[in-house]
């Protein structure tokens, strides 16, 4: 399977109290690079998640986001910490006395004092493994949406393989008469040339320059390289670097025919090929 570094998932759970959701979501990367998003109430779970993805992923820049969200019935059912309440009400008093030009406590600010509604911390132990359970649920939906994508992709991949496959067939029967031709009317330009060349010298040199220009070793390289690509894609797994790297040789040697081509014909072909391997390189940079 060929996994696509670019990927989404979200997972809600129902918890004591409210809902823990977690999301996923990747865009391309070097490496594998994390940026995690965590309630307070779940940060002792960073660790463990971390090492959960790290299991699962090779390459991506991943955002988690993990929230706790409480329920409108959770907030219906509080109860004000009376005790609480009148010590902060005395040390309202107390500070004002002491400084006339305090400001009051507001509502709001007693409100979101930590145990107003009494203990209304929740309890990590039962939290972190329903957490460790969302995240392993997301991360199954996440991994498989990477995996469509990458079909996708490995797909357009094989159908660019496919079509400078279809390239080298055309133009191999027609490389000898190409060059046969073009070195013909180099023969014949040098006679014009130096009339006093014997034969020999003139067939010495154009033998040398056809050895020059001979691209058959460079087409045999790139069908050896579009082979290794159908291969890792078959294979599958974390490709993208190696598929990257074959892209490069892919365009050394599609280079270099390009330079040895002195027939327009063949020049086209080089320009083709190119298109080509950029085409499928912007895919690659896709894969994991």
């Known amino acids: 399977m060929i996994y696509s570094m670019t990927g989404y998932a979200v997972a ?5 109290g409210g809902s823990l959701q977690i999301e996923l979501k990747s865009v391309n990367s070097r490496y594998l690079d994390y940026h995690f998003r965590v309630c307070d109430e779940l940060r002792i779970a960073e660790p463990a998640l971390r090492e959960l993805i790290g299991a699962r992923l090779v390459r991506g820049k991943l955002e988690c986001r993990v929230s706790l969200v409480t329920t409108a019935g959770a ?7 009376t005790d609480l309440l009148e010590s902060l009400g005395r040390f309202d008093t107390q500070i004002r006395a002491a400084l006339p030009l305090a400001a ?9 004092w930590p145990g107003i509604f009494g203990d209304d911390s929740l309890d990590s132990e039962v939290l972190l493994p329903a957490c ?5 649920e997301a991360l199954d939906d996440f991994v498989a949406s990477r995996a469509r994508e990458g079909e996708k992709l490995a797909a357009v991949i094989l159908e660019k393989v496919a079509r400078m496959r279809t390239l080298l067939r055309d133009i191999e029967p027609r490389i000898p008469a190409a060059l046969a031709a073009f070195n013909e009317k180099l023969r014949q330009r040098l006679l014009d040339a130096c009339d006093a060349v014997s ?6 040199e154009v033998a040398v320059f056809a050895a020059r220009i001979d691209v058959a070793e460079e087409l045999a390289r790139l069908a050896t390289h579009l082979d290794e690509v159908e291969r890792v894609l078959r294979t599958g797994g974390a490709s993208g670097k190696r598929l990257d790297f074959l892209m490069q040789e892919l365009t050394r040697e599609a280079n270099t025919f390009g330079s040895k081509s002195l027939v327009a014909e063949l020049s086209q072909l080089a320009i083709e090929f190119k298109l080509l391997i950029e085409q499928m390189r912007e895919q690659v940079q896709n894969l994991e």
């Not at 907030?75 to 910490?81: E, G, P, S, T, V």
């Not at 460790?132 to 392993?136: C, H, K």
């Not at 034969?199 to 010495?204: G, I, V």
């Open 12 to 16: 809600v759970r129902a918890v004591k």
């Open 75 to 81: 907030a219906q059912h509080a109860r004000l910490n």
């Open 104 to 112: 009051p406590l507001a509502v709001s600010d007693v409100l979101c």
């Open 132 to 136: 460790l359970a969302l995240a392993s």
């Open 199 to 204: 034969d020999d010298r003139l067939r010495q």
